[in-house]
């Protein structure tokens, strides 16, 4: 039992009961117990006290058992079409895996683009966002494509520096390739889209982050192709790629199913502006029809594994946060309370601020879906005065934290692949390099690029 779980157990009461305890001017009785359950949950969950999802439980029941907000608006995420997709590509992407396309995709991609070391790392990056739009989660993608890089690292006989650099390609370039497609990472952009309280089809997110999401993966394989130089020369004998696919044999009729299905979804999801089914039933038919005989049969009852219970309750209760929040007043409160009394109505400084802002938090709180939970509902309050589409504060909260980081603590995508237990390679000392450039990057997507592509398409 670590000191830090233990003080972070014994601080999150104290800071929840006394908050409990208090009395706050403009904030109602169950603004204030929202506030302290909410407050304790993410000190537990910043320390690593518990596992998330079982910190989430407690946190769940909490708000009912203090009748803070009533069962419906503490779970609303599952009585909407979010959660299913959340669950459903966590199947999609177990699907994907468990047939071999994916890794076919890989190795044919690595033998027609792949001949230097760059271009490993920019094949990292592009392999993440092709995947993206068949893997709706980051974690499936970077394993698998980290399955056929170790191939080419044994292929050339490459030194752990070297290997390191690439694995941080692999994981830290998920953070970015999230971002271009709503399905990108279902779990955390299906949440962001619902704080803004504005529905948003898959079309429409690709329409505000698409374009961003481009230069945003431009200018990340940039800089570390800048920040980070192989120490041995790079020699690859593509043989051995070639070898590893043809093991895999013709493409094999689960693989074609696999594809024939997660191609209609796709084309679903990018018409749903014509058929109004939403992204989340699409998904949840498209899982259906994998486990059918004779149509699918590549989905299995062991697939369920995929989806983390834990997983869905963490998104649960950071969903919560926000929805119980706004019930409660809270939101307003905190907004008016811990932000500027002045909201400036220039969105280049506004979009300053809130990236400052949505930085600073995340390095205190570490989790994204945390931090997107408490803070964009928040500045969405703060910035109501001003007339903007509540997406402009949203996305802007995302973007910072999406891809910003400092440790590995303030990424699962990137912590997830540390050291060899990862399959990584890279340690913390390559992402502190990496994360602390990075944080430059943040500033040019969100105040450079988000904001002058918002104007130009008329989200603000």
């Known amino acids: 039992m670590s000191k830090k779980r233990v003080i972070g157990f014994i601080l999150g009461i104290i800071v929840g009961l006394f908050i409990y305890n208090s009395s706050f001017t403009g904030l109602s009785p169950e603004g204030q117990k929202c506030l302290a359950i909410s407050l304790s949950g993410v000190i537990w969950w910043a320390a690593g006290v518990a596992m998330p999802g079982y910190v989430a439980f407690l946190m769940l029941v909490l708000y009912v058992l203090t009748k803070t907000a009533p069962p419906n608006v503490v779970f609303t995420i599952w009585l909407s079409p979010l959660m299913y ?25 690595i033998l027609k683009f792949v001949d230097s070391f760059q271009s490993i790392i920019i094949a990292a990056y592009l392999l993440g966002l092709i995947l993206s739009l068949f893997i709706p989660h980051p974690f499936p993608r970077s394993f698998l494509i980290m399955s056929v890089m170790a191939v080419i690292i044994k292929a050339a006989d490459l030194p752990r520096e070297d290997a390191a650099i690439i694995g941080l ?33 898959w079309v429409e997110w690709f329409k505000y982050m698409g374009i961003p999401g481009l230069i945003a993966h431009v200018l990340m394989c940039f800089l570390q192709l800048k920040l ?24 094999s009729s689960k693989e074609k199913r696999t594809l024939v299905w997660v191609l209609i979804a796709i084309a679903f999801w990018a018409t749903d502006f014509l058929h109004g089914i939403a992204p989340g039933w699409v998904s949840v038919v498209v899982v259906a029809c994998l486990a059918m005989p ?20 963490f998104l649960t209760a950071a969903m919560a946060i926000g929805a119980v929040g706004a019930h409660t007043g809270m939101n307003k409160w905190i907004a008016t309370v811990a932000l500027p009394s002045y909201v400036p109505e220039n969105p280049f400084v506004f979009a300053a601020i809130v990236t400052t802002i949505s930085i600073c938090i995340h390095m205190v709180m570490g989790s994204l879906l945390a931090v997107v939970g408490i803070a964009a509902p928040a500045i969405i309050a703060y910035a109501a005065p001003t007339g903007w589409n509540p997406l402009f504060p949203t996305l802007l909260v995302y973007t910072a934290v999406c891809i910003h980081w400092l440790l590995p603590m303030h990424s699962m995508n990137i912590l997830v692949g540390v050291g060899e237990a990862g399959g990584g390679k890279y340690q913390d000392k390559e992402v502190i390099r990496f994360g602390a450039a990075q944080t430059a990057v943040v500033y040019i997507m969100t105040i450079g690029v988000l904001v002058p592509w918002w104007k130009i398409i008329g989200l603000i």
């Open 228 to 251: 980070f130089k192989p120490v041995k020369t790079f020699s690859l004998d593509k043989q051995v790629v070639q070898n590893q696919l043809k093991e895999m044999g013709p493409l």
């Open 85 to 109: 997709l959340v669950v459903s590509g966590y199947l999609l992407a177990s699907a994907v895996e468990d047939s071999g396309m994916g890794r076919r995709i890989a190795y044919n991609f």
């Open 294 to 313: 004779v149509i699918g049969d590549v989905l299995t009852p062991k697939n369920w594994a995929a989806a983390n219970m834990g997983t869905l309750m």
């Open 169 to 201: 390609a692999v994981f830290g370039s998920s953070t970015v390739n999230s971002m271009v497609f709503l399905t990108g990472d279902s779990l955390l952009n299906t949440a962001t889209a619902s704080f803004g309280g504005v529905a948003i089809t």
